[in-house]
């Protein structure tokens, strides 16, 4: 069974330009998390999306936005790029909603460098 | 209310010898700990869970110890391996909510043969 996809492994921009992550969950995950993972902080929570619909969001500003497509999906898109953005962003995916089954499975991550 | 307390940030341990990593959590609403295990170029995976029904909870030599009075619970890794070496991260979850995990800032373990 493939594990969580996430494209591109790296990416480089400069700021105040556009970023777009993708992940592809596990064959029949509904659910997806995204993560940013900074030097030194842990995985800080972004946002999650279940059936097409934001669930919820961390505290992050509105210029990190993602949505998920009708085959579950998803795409990050980070406007206006900082510096500060520059961090691993990891996806997860989980089977259900409802505990027990909302055992989280990461992704590899996008690098995203902002210069 | 939210944070994840853990500690060391980082351990050096002699191969046989015990890793211990330990975490703090203040929301009482919290009822799922797992800890996570990062190598580097990968994304965390899961390694084991506990819930606080009990006290402890062993998988191999890995084995959690909960301590639901204190708010604190632990990863020890018995007989550590050189292949052990990563960074392990403890989370914690209140299932209401069953959208973010609560991780901790992790901690780097290194295993010298």
């Known amino acids: 069974e493939a594990g969580v996809t996430q494209s591109p492994t790296h990416l480089i921009k400069t700021r105040g330009q556009q970023a777009t992550l993708r992940c592809s969950p596990i064959?029949?995950?509904?659910?997806v998390y995204w993560y940013q993972q900074a030097l030194g902080l842990g995985l800080q929570f972004l946002l999650w999306?279940?059936?097409?619909?934001?669930?919820n969001r961390g505290n992050f500003p509105p210029r990190f936005s993602g949505r998920q497509f009708p085959n579950y999906s998803s795409e990050l898109n980070v406007n206006a790029l900082e510096l500060e953005d520059s961090a691993l962003y990891l996806c997860a995916s989980s089977l259900e909603l409802r505990p027990p089954y909302n055992e989280q499975f990461f992704g590899p991550g996008t690098r995203l460098t902002v210069l | 209310q939210q944070q994840v307390k853990q500690s060391p940030q980082s351990l050096i341990v002699q191969k046989g010898g015990i890793s211990i990593i330990n975490c703090a959590y203040e929301n009482t609403a919290f009822d799922y700990f797992p800890w996570y295990q990062q190598f580097p170029g990968k994304g965390p995976a899961l390694l084991i869970a506990?819930?606080?029904?009990?006290s402890e909870k062993k998988e191999g030599r890995f084995t959690i110890s909960f301590n639901k009075s204190a708010k604190q619970f632990s990863l020890h890794i018995m007989d550590s391996q050189p292949g052990d070496s990563a960074t392990y991260f403890c989370?914690?979850?209140?299932?209401?909510?069953?959208?973010?995990?609560?991780f901790g800032t992790g901690t780097r373990l290194q295993v010298f043969p």
């Open positions: 506990i819930r606080p029904d009990v």
């Open positions: 064959s029949g995950h509904t659910s």
């Open positions: 989370a914690a979850q209140a299932t209401y909510n069953t959208d973010k995990l609560i």
């Open positions: 999306y279940d059936e097409g619909e934001e669930r």
